[in-house]
């Protein structure tokens, strides 16, 4: 890890690059894959996991017996952790139910939103290094409660053919149905244009690596939604004097061991503490099975210490990360100035594992700085508002001749005489 102090503000820029993904360059490979499994639907897709995943597939589908022997394979410790985390995520995500209101703008002028599920939604799992079984929660949970009719999950298997049996069980307990044996690129387009298997989405959600994310970037720009552009994960710790460097070296390590191409960063006022935590990771790491990986991804992380609590809140603020835990005496004032974050985790007895399991908050988060703009998965994520108006008597006598003046002025005659002709009837 890099130690930086004190740095100006001409350097914050260079300071707070992420790892570079260019997905751009994977475009001609993508639309190609992408192109394939339009046109030829099951069959590329089954062709495509032999090449890629190594799996030989006869159908994608996945079935009850499928579900019913995965149920059988998942220790019952793990299975208690997962029907906490589902209830956790459901009581949280339930909470956020939009109740629209009616609202008079003018005598006899009444307008008002209704929240309506998206009714088709696909949800991308990745396999890879771990299987993200806690994902399913994340995305399946909020799509039930808000209702979508069509809850379509992708996800590669292993060599075996089989999908992992905690990624089944997560799914089954989260009320998914419709699971398909498929990754990657060829998941992405299966459910962007559907094949005689994989129903047509209306949405995509769910991580990936670059072609994943390729893919999706390239599938929403005339065919699709999806959920948030996407980068490699990352996690900003914000801490003082007091903080634990034991916690602060776990939380970058824990953020770490996701990919070589993660980023964890920690913005100090203490240079004792940046010290510490460097030590500590050394010697954490040195511990983890997955030390290559988190190795790798440290290559890409900083620890800075900066001169005020004020300034590691600016720096913070233009770095915006994914996940920012903030380890300081006075967590809930600083809390109260960060503007840029997808989740923040506040104390130091609230780790990132917390939000990305079972505390109940969701865990597809916006990356690369989108936290600017974007924010993380949420039941608003699964609904559409669509708004209505009704006009009485009353309301048109008092709208239409501003609504007359405004389209005259706008040289659109046939918006202004839609009023005319109704203004003459009553």
């Given amino acids: 890890m890099k130690l930086i102090i004190n740095p100006d503000k001409s350097q914050w820029a260079e300071l707070l690059k992420r790892p570079v993904m260019n997905t751009e360059n994977l475009f001609d490979t993508v639309r190609s894959i992408i192109d394939r499994v339009k046109a030829e639907g099951d069959r590329a897709v089954l062709e495509y996991e032999e090449k890629f995943d190594k799996a030989v597939l006869t159908s994608l589908a996945v079935t009850d017996e499928d579900l019913e022997e995965a149920e059988t394979q998942v220790g ?21 139910r939009f109740e629209g209101k009616r609202v008079q703008t003018q005598p006899g002028v009444t307008c008002w939103q209704k929240a309506v599920a998206i009714e088709k939604v696909g949800l991308y ?31 590669p298997p292993g060599k075996d053919g089989k999908v992992h049996p905690a990624v089944l069980f997560a799914a089954k307990v989260a009320g998914v149905n419709r699971i398909f044996k498929a990754g ?15 129903s047509k989405v209306y949405k995509i959600f769910g991580p990936g690596n670059q072609y994943v994310t390729a893919a999706k970037q390239l599938v929403s720009l005339r065919d699709v939604a999806i959920d948030m552009p996407a980068g490699p994960s990352e996690v900003e710790v914000l801490a003082d004097e007091t903080a634990n460097p034991v916690f602060v070296a776990a939380d970058l390590l824990s953020q ?20 510490a935590v460097k030590a500590e990771v050394e010697r954490q790491l040195a511990l983890l099975p997955r030390k290559e990986i988190a190795e790798k991804s440290l290559a890409n992380s900083k620890l800075i210490v900066v001169r005020s609590m004020d300034e ?12 920012l835990i903030i380890e300081t005496a006075d967590y809930m004032s600083v809390a109260e100035q960060v503007v840029n974050a997808g989740s923040v985790f506040l104390g130091s007895l609230t780790p990132e594992s917390a939000g990305d399991y079972a505390s109940g908050t969701n865990h597809t988060l916006p990356t690369n700085g989108y936290a ?40 659109l005659d046939a918006h202004k005489n839609a009023v005319t002709v109704r203004l003459k009837t009553i």
């Avoid at 019952?76 to 956020?96: D, G, M, P």
């Avoid at 690129?185 to 559907?194: L, S």
């Avoid at 770490?256 to 010290?275: F, N």
């Avoid at 699964?382 to 007359?404: D, L, N, V």
């Fill in 256 to 275: 770490a061991e996701h990919g070589v191409d993660s980023q964890a960063m920690l913005i100090t006022t203490s240079e004792a503490l940046q010290q």
């Fill in 184 to 198: 990657g690129v060829q998941a992405i387009a299966a459910m962007a244009y559907g094949t005689e298997s994989v």
């Fill in 76 to 96: 019952e410790e793990l299975k208690t952790a997962i029907r906490l985390a589902k209830q956790n995520i459901e009581t949280f995500h339930a909470a956020q």
């Fill in 125 to 155: 799992i990745p396999g890879g290094t771990a299987p993200l079984f806690s994902t399913v929660l994340m995305l399946a949970v909020p799509a039930k409660i808000a209702g979508c009719q069509e809850i379509v999950l992708c996800t």
């Fill in 312 to 323: 590691a809140i600016e720096l913070t603020n233009a770095y915006a990360p994914e996940h």
């Fill in 372 to 411: 600017k703009a974007y924010s993380g998965v949420s039941l608003d994520s699964f609904i559409r508002k669509i708004t209505f108006q009704e006009i009485k008597p009353e309301g048109i006598r008092i709208i239409g001749p501003a609504i007359e003046e405004m389209a005259a002025n706008e040289h």
